[in-house]
Nanobody
């Protein structure tokens, strides 16, 4: 599975962005798709995930209520709608995937990664 993330950019605090992650090479079925982020000087952290087959969603506490992950099975793509952005959301955002139906917040559980897309939130 090849993943390509895009949609990052520069936005003011309180603004919104929508990230996309397009999967190719295989039609996603029994997979978990996730978003991680890595801020300046920080470790990579889990943001959100979705169980592809049933659409169940999981969001980190730090983004719950502001970010929403979704998927389009026809387009083999996932999305991260980010609202009410804060300067601390500034990071490189990565999409990742793993086979199976269990969501892990440990990045080492994910075998497929896209390149990152930079999100910068100005105060």
């Amino acid at each position: 599975v090849q993943l390509q993330a895009y949609g990052g950019g520069l936005v003011q605090a309180g603004g919104s962005l929508r990230l996309s992650c397009a999967a190719s090479g295989r039609t996603l079925r029994q997979h978990i798709m996730a978003w991680f982020r890595q801020g300046p000087g920080k470790e990579r952290e889990f943001v959100a995930a979705i169980a592809w087959s049933v659409g169940s969603k999981y969001h980190a506490e730090s983004v719950k209520g502001r970010f929403t992950m979704s998927r389009d099975t026809f387009k083999n793509s996932a999305y991260l709608q980010m609202n009410s952005l804060k300067p601390e959301d500034t990071a490189v955002y990565f999409c990742a995937a793993r086979e199976g139906n269990y969501v892990y917040i440990d990045q080492n559980r994910y075998g497929y990664w896209g390149q990152g897309t930079q999100v910068t939130v100005s105060s």
